[in-house]
T-cell receptor, first 117, second 114 residues
Framework: GAVVSQHPSRVICKSGTSVKIECRSLDFQATTMFWYRQFPKQSLMLMATSNEGSKATYEQGVEKDKFLINHASLTLSTLTVTSAHPEDSSFYIC?????????????FGPGTRLTVL | AQSVTQLGSHVSVSEGALVLLRCNYSSSVPPYLFWYVQYPNQGLQLLLKYTTGATLVKGINGFEAEFKKSETSFHLTKPSAHMSDAAEYFCAVSGYNQGGKLIFGQGTELSVKP
């Protein structure tokens, strides 16, 4: 089956620093990757859609200068939280569409727990 | 526009009892419907999906869901709950012209009592 990995799984950083999260599709090529944010006991909120070789499309209310997304290859997308603050602490999850499917199935990574002190 | 409503943020059943998790959707295009399960501190795992064809969809771990267009529903069921089914369940909707974007419901936490 399609596997998506994320690295790191957990990160703790000081306020004001930047953090990069990687999302990789391990056994398929993903033209589209998605980044979600999940607060405790809440649903997933789509932050942005990342297409290989083009600029990410951000959802309304998501600061593109704060959450930098790069989709440099068909198997890798990165999310950089710039100048992180405690309110950015959250569970960040990526997902990817497999090119083999035309029915919009997404495969999710295991998530990254970000804690900003 | 699309939206999903999951009735009941928390459902508790006894081991061996029927599991019923409710999901209603709204969509201006023919919907693709999904159920995902999330275990603590993990990503989401696809349980099952409906795109076209047969309206009764069978998924992993004994779960199934039925697409009812007239009721705009896609409820998730399992005849007999196991302790290992305790998790958070999310219903989601997409469509052929949505570029793969998923709109999630609020989630339902399933507890299974011994």
């Amino acid at each position: 089956g399609a596997v998506v990995s994320q690295h790191p799984s957990r990160v703790i950083c000081k306020s004001g620093t930047s953090v990069k999260i990687e999302c990789r599709s391990l056994d398929f090529q993903a033209t589209t990757m998605f980044w979600y944010r999940q607060f405790p006991k809440q649903s997933l909120m789509l932050m942005a859609t990342s297409n290989e070789g083009s600029k990410a499309t951000y959802e309304q209310g998501v600061e593109k200068d704060k959450f930098l997304i790069n989709h440099a290859s068909l198997t890798l997308s990165t999310l950089t939280v710039t100048s992180a603050h405690p309110e950015d602490s959250s569970f960040y999850i990526c997902s990817a569409n497999t090119r083999r499917s035309s029915t919009d199935t997404q495969y999710f990574g295991p998530g990254t727990r970000l804690t900003v002190l | 526009a699309q939206s999903v409503t999951q009735l009941g943020s928390h459902v508790s059943v006894s081991e061996g009892a029927l599991v019923l998790l409710r999901c209603n959707y709204s969509s201006s295009v023919p919907p693709y419907l999904f159920w995902y399960v999330q275990y603590p501190n993990q990503g989401l795992q696809l349980l099952l999906k409906y795109t076209t064809g047969a309206t009764l969809v069978k998924g992993i771990n004994g779960f199934e869901a039925e697409f009812k267009k007239s009721e705009t529903s896609f409820h998730l069921t399992k005849p007999s709950a196991h302790m290992s089914d305790a998790a958070e369940y999310f219903c989601a909707v997409s469509g052929y012209n949505q570029g793969g974007k998923l709109i999630f419901g609020q989630g339902t936490e399933l507890s299974v009592k011994p």
